[in-house]
């Protein structure tokens, strides 16, 4: 058995300007992102997370360094607060050589491993049973730590979810499975896609304990993520958790939302996750709106350079198209493809 | 008057459901959304939400239940979002709809139609663009068909319902938007799957191609016309069963061809056909057949990338120029 990594996780993570310095991080890059998806500077499908941010940024926070996460294709947050700069995400919707993706990947498949981030995956409930895998190579090369695999309540309709659940909870694989629960799944609400609404109760159908976080709260996230990851971590054992959340935008760019009013939209931006948790620290005395205002300068700060270190940043030259289909033992072997 | 590729399905797809109880339709966000692609937008309001039915995201489950109501009685056509998603269905698809009636030594029919979105050219990047049609051309018990036209699109699913088999219909992302004028109604009712068609008659070299490599062929076509070579285009619209005697006979017209698909080279639905003409019409070609396909690569997201990993009209000229001399 390997010897335990010490947790690096970042001086005082659950701080609270600290999680509010990093929704509005995230917010602040998103709603660029939009303004460039308009002015045709990032292509492809553009899903937004804007209205979601306490999920990623409670969870995130409470993850330690060494743990690995899986997301999805809405995963700009949870990547760039796993730690992969601005620059590099901006660069790779961008299209760019230098980002996070070399530009192959774009919006859905940011991707650095580095940071063990495994990914933007467009498949829905894709990415489950690569975190089941992840979390047995960890098992059996007697690493402690924690897979986070973070979904939409949509992937629970997939096979994938069901048998990458089954398989956590008999192999016990330490995953922690995120459900981000926004209500819709495109234009499909949860009540038309699941016979049994309450999530929790499918965990408990594979013997794996759950938890139920208010997603637009991000000191609830952030409590309930730290309770449940380490629960997997000192038991080595799955569990499931789900964050009640909504997004505010259009599912991607080329959504007309017909299905669903725009007063249930205005009703849950009353509770929109940074407006809440600001008003709350200052209620607390916890922040003035001068250090409120500090943070998001310093946050489109970054953006601002993030654009502008992907607007400059180089193409990847066509000769290099048929670049890493193969790794070099391809090569290696003779060579041929 | 012009009607797009999008309009057209959309209208084949009322009228089907107009003429007979036993169909309906059903899919992901094909209702309350309005369809991914916009082709059942409207649908729900006039055929209620029986017939336009919104599943749950499930592929190999509501494709195998689409399965299993056609087993059933029923005349369902089933819409998967992309063609990767499909994946996640392929066992339904080529473990039972293909294999029913054969297993039970023909007691079973599965009268079903898929729809589903291929191809790439929207920067959608490597799990949204794929050119799988190949994979599905493969399986003998289904019918595959790519509609290339505005007609294709009004007039193939008509046949595809009345098919006892199982038929996959393949829509490119890239050609919903595309409008034509409609032929007259007797011309697209009279909508052969079964055939290929000659969309372009010429004498110097055929290009085999269907899909949305059609509109590049044609293009690559008017290039070369203006340049004073005439070559003869092929639009296959059905991919499986192959139409070998149209392809056959174009050959002997022209003794040279170049294939265009969208499937990378390697395995490719471009290899079959190029197989196919050596085995028939060998001595009839006054050079070797070319192909251009996908570069062996999964589609990249930067548009640039995008371009040159897929067959474009430049390339097609090329091909035919080298092989002319010219
Ligand atoms: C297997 C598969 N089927 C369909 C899609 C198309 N699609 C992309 S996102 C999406 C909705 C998923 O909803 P949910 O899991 O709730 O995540 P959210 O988008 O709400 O974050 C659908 C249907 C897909 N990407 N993959
Ligand atoms: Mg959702």
């Known amino acids: ?321 048929l670049k890493d289909v193969h790794g070099p033992a391809a090569v290696a072997h003779g060579g041929r493809r | 008057m012009k009607v797009s590729y999008r309009e057209a399905l959309r209208e084949a797809l009322r009228e089907a459901l107009a003429q007979d109880p036993r169909v309906f339709l059903m899919g992901e966000d094909v209702g309350r959304y309005g369809g991914t692609y916009a082709v059942s937008k409207g649908l729900l309001d006039e055929f209620g939400p029986d017939r336009i039915r919104d599943t749950p995201l499930s592929e190999l489950g509501f494709v195998g239940a689409g399965v299993g109501a056609a087993l059933g009685g029923m005349r369902p056509i089933v819409e998967v979002m992309t063609i990767n998603f499909s994946l996640l269905a392929l066992d339904q698809i080529v473990n039972s709809a293909a294999l029913l009636r054969h297993m039970s030594g023909g007691q079973c029919a599965v009268p079903l139609v898929i729809r589903m979105v291929t191809g790439a050219g929207r920067q959608l990047a490597a799990q949204h663009s794929h050119s799988l049609e190949n994979w599905y051309a493969h399986i003998p018990g289904i019918r595959v068909l790519a509609p290339a036209t505005v007609a294709d699109a009004r007039g193939m699913l008509a046949p595809a319902l009345a098919d006892p088999d199982p038929v996959i219909i393949f829509e490119h992302a890239q050609l919903y938007n595309l409008e034509d004028a409609l032929p007259v109604e007797r011309v697209w009712r009279a909508c052969d799957i079964s055939r290929a068609a000659v969309r372009r008659t010429g004498t110097q070299a055929s290009l085999i191609t269907y899909g949305g490599c059609l509109p590049k062929a044609m293009q690559a076509a008017d290039e070369l016309a203006a340049t004073g070579i005439d070559v003869e285009v092929i639009d296959l619209r059905v991919l499986r069963p192959l139409d070998l005697d149209t392809i056959a006979a174009s050959v002997r017209r022209t003794h040279r061809v170049v294939v265009v698909d969208e499937g990378w080279k390697t395995g490719s639905l471009a290899g079959e056909i190029v197989a196919r003409i050596a085995e028939d019409c060998l001595y009839d070609l006054d050079a070797p057949p070319r192909r251009v396909c996908s570069a062996e690569v999964p589609i990249p997201y930067a548009r640039h990338m995008e371009a040159a990993a897929l067959p474009q009209v430049a390339q097609i000229v090329a091909a035919v120029k080298e092989m002319l001399n010219v």
């Open chain 1, 1 to 321: 058995m390997k010897k335990r990594q010490p947790t690096q996780s970042r001086p005082a993570a659950g701080e609270p300007q600290r999680l509010l310095a990093d929704m509005l991080r995230i917010r602040r890059m998103e709603e660029k992102c939009a303004e460039l998806y308009g002015a045709g500077k990032i292509r492809g499908f553009l899903h937004l997370y804007i209205g979601e941010e306490a999920c990623a940024t409670g969870a995130m926070h409470a993850l330690a360094e060494e743990d690995r996460v899986v997301a999805t294709y809405r995963e700009h947050g949870h990547a760039l607060l796993r730690g992969v700069p601005m620059d590099a995400i901006m660069a790779e919707m961008f299209g760019k050589a230098s980002g996070c993706s070399r530009g192959r990947g774009g919006s859905m498949h940011l991707f650095d491993v580095s940071r063990h981030f495994y990914g933007g995956n467009a498949i829905v409930g894709g990415g489950l049973p690569l975190a089941a895998g992840l979390a047995l190579a960890d098992k059996l090369q007697g690493e402690s730590r924690v897979t986070a695999c973070f979904f939409g309540e949509g992937a629970i309709a997939e096979g994938a979810f069901h048998e990458s659940m089954n398989l956590a909870a008999l192999w016990a694989l330490p995953v922690l499975f995120c459900c981000e629960n926004n209500l819709y799944a495109m234009g499909t609400a949860l009540s038309r896609s699941e016979s049994q609404t309450d999530l929790c109760a499918k965990a408990a159908s594979y013997n794996m304990d759950s938890f139920r976080a208010d997603g637009m709260d991000v000191r609830a996230v952030f409590e309930t993520v730290s309770r449940a990851a380490n629960q997997v971590r000192e038991s080595g054992r799955p569990a499931f958790v789900e964050l009640q959340t909504y997004r505010f935008r259009a599912h991607s760019m080329f959504d007309p939302e017909l299905y669903r009013d725009k007063a249930e939209v205005e009703q849950w931006k009353t509770r929109g996750p940074i407006h809440s948790f600001s008003a709350q620290l200052k209620a607390e005395g916890l922040l003035t709106e001068d250090v409120f205002l500090a943070l998001d300068a310093a946050a489109q700060v970054e953006v601002d350079a993030a654009v502008a270190f992907a607007e400059a940043a180089p193409w990847e030259p066509e000769a290099d198209l």
